[in-house]
């Protein structure tokens, strides 16, 4: 089951970021509540932080809110 969570959560996590999916939308292709969407969201965002707290190469603010981690993934893409 874990491998399957870590798809879904990457898939998640690209469709938002690289696609510009909203919740709603992304609620839509995983059949799942919007609930659930934002929770696999938060998730990734979490696992993106971690990662980004780990590579020195990062400011240091990147990682500090929800906020600048949206904005560091939507600007990787372009």
Do not use: C, M, N
């Amino acid at each position: 089951v874990f491998p399957v969570v870590e798809l879904e959560q990457g898939l998640v996590r690209e469709l938002y970021y690289w696609e510009d999916l909203d919740i709603d939308a992304l609620a839509t292709i995983f059949e799942a509540p919007a609930v659930t969407i934002r929770s696999r969201l938060h998730r990734a965002r979490k696992l993106l932080r971690e990662l980004l707290e780990k590579d020195p190469s990062v400011p240091r603010s990147i990682a500090d809110t929800d906020d600048s981690i949206d904005l560091w993934a939507r600007d990787q893409r372009d």
